[in-house]
């Protein structure tokens, strides 16, 4: 069986998807991804075949912004932007050369992340069933609705119905996200869903840990990230390390492959600051995350139960953060509210409240006990040979 993968170039689109990729292959499946021209290197050296395809993310977001009466996202309707973005503008970009990879490349099942319309449309064009990867909570129905409604001229022209919420949930829908973290927006969506434990992948090539983590001060070690794609969000990392460098705590930052770590300037010895460091081998180190709630990274922390002091900047964030608040596993600021007391006051609430971390450590539990990545392979084997998932 030859399943082509489809994703938006970035870290927490591609990372959450690889752990089924790697499942597909043990099985002795052939795998490849289809993927943004800059990011085809990272894939490679994870091991996968990558076919370049669709806009790099800055090109995305500079078209977006260039559409008619379109703002940067805001805390309430981050989810317009998000669906102006990809639908609009990323979909049919990405749409042509997904069709060449698959004449190129002809697959037997396509598997896309839940962001890429243009996936199900290039599955409805080659005749082979389409798998929607989720990324963690589901986005709110008013994205898909309104991504349905952008990318329906697509599909018209190119002479396909495309169904409800734009063929986004057509065949099946693999759920990374533990039940009591997800929205109940997804029996909405009538999706055939099917649970998948995220898996922690985000180590490829030689990244490691660095020597100093075995180093640290015995005090509790927070570790701050706003992950890859909003991690140059102006002041806000500095704010945090404001707000912690001066307390009895180990503070280990990553600023991101674009940034360089000597912009934050000089730093006492209890703050590391660092471009990247694979979470899955850093967080066991840890007692507290300090995040802008991207999926990856708010899944990763949950799954080793550590309580999050999350920063929402755009995107899904906002309502990642927001149920983490309501479920008690973490504490929400909103942009309009960091600054470094807060965020101080905040981290040392999650450190002092027990509550936080055992909440977190139940989503932990929940996270453990959903189905590993081989166990859906036969599910995917199922599918292709045309006896439903």
């Not at 994703?7 to 959450?16: L, N, Q, R, S, W």
């Not at 069933?129 to 989720?134: F, I, L, N, Q, T």
């Not at 020597?211 to 806000?236: F, K």
């Not at 973490?330 to 609430?349: K, M, N, Q, S, W």
Request: with cysteine.
């Amino acid at each position: 069986m030859r399943v082509l993968f489809t994703c938006v170039p970035g870290y927490g689109h591609f990372h959450p998807m690889a752990p089924l990729a790697n499942a597909l292959k043990d099985c002795g499946h052939e795998v490849a991804f289809a993927t943004a021209e800059r990011f085809c290197g990272r894939v490679a050296k994870a091991g996968f075949q990558a076919f370049p395809a669709g806009l790099g993310p800055g090109q995305v977001v500079e078209r977006t912004l260039a559409l008619p009466g379109v703002a940067g996202p805001g805390p309430e309707d981050a989810w317009r932007f998000g669906a102006q973005m990809f639908a609009a503008v990323a979909a049919p970009a990405k749409l042509p050369d997904l069709l060449a990879v698959l004449g190129e490349w002809p697959a037997d099942l396509l598997v896309h992340d839940v962001t890429d319309f243009a996936g199900p449309l290039a599955a409805a064009r080659a005749g082979i069933p389409c798998v929607a990867h989720s990324l963690g909570p589901m986005f709110p129905l008013e994205f898909h609705r309104l991504g349905a409604e952008l990318i329906a001229p697509v599909w018209h022209a190119a002479g396909e119905a495309s169904g409800p919420f734009g063929g986004m949930f057509g065949d099946l829908y693999l759920d990374i996200c533990p039940p009591s973290l997800q929205s109940a927006d997804v029996e909405e969506t009538g999706a055939v869903v099917r649970q998948l434990r995220p898996e922690p992948f985000d180590a490829v090539g030689d990244e490691t840990l660095p020597t100093w983590i075995h180093e640290l001060a015995a005090q509790p070690t927070v570790y701050v990230t706003l992950g890859t794609l909003d991690n140059e969000a102006p002041g806000v990392i500095e704010t945090v390390v404001e707000g912690l460098r001066d307390q009895r705590l180990n503070v280990i930052v990553t600023v991101g492959p674009s940034r360089d770590p000597e912009e934050l300037g000089p730093q006492p010895p209890n703050v590391r600051v660092e471009r990247y460091v694979p979470q899955s081998l850093l967080l066991p180190h840890c007692d507290v995350v300090v995040a802008h709630g991207g999926s990856g990274t708010t899944l990763a922390a949950l799954g080793q139960g550590l309580p999050l002091l999350l920063l929402p900047q755009g995107a899904n964030q906002f309502w990642n953060a927001e149920r983490c608040a309501a479920l008690g596993t973490g504490i929400r600021l909103l942009p309009g509210e960091v600054d470094a007391g807060a965020v101080h006051r905040a981290v040392v609430t999650l450190l002092e409240q027990p509550g936080f971390r055992k909440r977190a450590g139940a989503l932990a539990t929940e996270i453990r006990h959903m189905p590993p990545p081989s166990e859906l392979v036969g599910t995917l084997e199922t599918l292709v040979a045309g006896s439903g998932p």
